[in-house]
C-alpha cells in the first residue's frame, strides 16, 4: 500500500532563547499596538459562524462590502442548517456584489451541510477539522479560531500581512504558506492573532502598497523598507508646498 503524503501544515519550530530578530519583532509589535490599539477583526460577525461565513465571503472582496451584504444573509440563514438547505440562486443574488459570487455560493451551502452534518452546526475549534469543510484554507481557518474562540493555533497572512511583513524585514518571503511559519517562529504564540489585526490594520492605514505613508509610520526607525526615506522626503515636500 502506497503512503498518502501528509497535508502540509504551517507548524513553528520549538521555541528557543529570544534572539536578535524575535526582540525586533517584539519592539516591532509593541509600536504597533501602542499607534493602533482600535485594531480588530473588521468583519462583523456576532458568533463564529457568522464570522466564517463572512469570511469565505471576504476573498477577493473588501471587508466593507462583505459588512454591507452579511445582515440580510444572516437574516435570512442565521445558522448552518438554514445556510444548507439555501437556494444556489437566493443565496446568489445576496451575495453578487462581493464578487465570484457562484463559486462563493458553492462554498458557503457545501460547508454549512458540512457543519450541520458533520459537527452539529457548531464551527469546529481547532485547524484540522476546519480546513477539512469545504472552501475553508488555513488562512480562513485561522481567522475563525483566531477571533470567535481566542485560539492562537496559526497567523491568518492575507496580502496587507505579507506586505508589511516583508517590508518591516521580519520575513524575506512572498508565499503565504512560507510566510507563516517564518513569523510563528519568531512571535509568541500568545501574540499570533493580534499579530494579523495589527499587521493588517497597519496596512490599510499607513503601509498602503502603491502610496505608504512612510512620512508617519510608527515603526518608520525600524522599517526595513527600501523606499522609505524617498516616501517620508516627498511627503514632507507636498506638505511644505
Not at 477583526?41 to 471587508?63: G, M, R, V, W, Y
Not at 511559519?181 to 500568545?190: N, T
Not at 503601509?207 to 517620508?232: L, M, T
Amino acid at each position: 500500500m502506497k503512503r498518502t503524503q501528509a497535508k502540509r501544515k504551517a507548524r513553528p519550530r520549538a521555541r528557543r532563547p529570544p534572539n536578535a530578530t524575535d526582540i525586533a519583532a517584539a519592539r516591532i509589535l509593541d509600536l504597533l499596538e501602542t499607534a493602533h490599539p482600535e485594531a480588530e477583526c473588521a468583519l462583523h460577525h456576532k458568533n463564529p459562524f457568522e464570522l466564517l461565513t463572512a469570511t469565505i465571503l471576504s476573498a477577493q472582496c473588501t471587508d466593507r462590502r462583505v459588512n454591507e451584504v452579511t445582515p440580510a444573509l444572516f437574516a435570512r440563514y442565521p445558522d448552518a442548517a438554514s445556510l444548507a438547505g439555501a437556494h444556489t440562486a437566493t443565496l446568489e443574488s445576496l451575495i453578487r456584489s462581493t464578487g465570484f459570487f457562484r463559486a462563493k455560493a458553492k462554498s458557503l451551502i457545501g460547508c454549512a451541510k458540512a457543519l450541520h452534518k458533520e459537527h452539529g452546526g457548531i464551527v469546529p475549534r481547532t485547524i484540522d477539522e476546519l480546513v477539512k469543510l469545504p472552501g475553508i484554507g488555513r488562512k480562513t481557518a485561522n481567522v475563525v479560531i483566531g477571533h470567535a474562540y481566542g485560539v492562537n493555533e496559526g497567523i491568518a497572512v492575507d496580502t496587507h500581512v505579507r506586505r508589511v511583513a516583508n517590508r518591516l524585514g521580519l520575513v524575506r518571503e512572498e508565499d503565504p504558506v512560507k510566510i507563516e511559519p517564518q513569523l510563528m517562529a519568531i512571535i509568541p504564540r500568545e501574540r499570533w492573532t493580534r499579530t494579523t489585526d495589527l499587521l493588517i490594520f497597519h496596512g490599510r492605514k499607513i503601509c498602503h502598497a502603491q502610496r505608504p505613508a512612510c512620512g508617519r509610520c510608527p515603526v518608520f526607525a525600524q522599517c526595513a523598507f527600501d523606499g522609505k526615506q524617498a516616501r517620508a522626503l516627498a511627503a514632507a515636500s507636498e506638505a511644505r508646498a
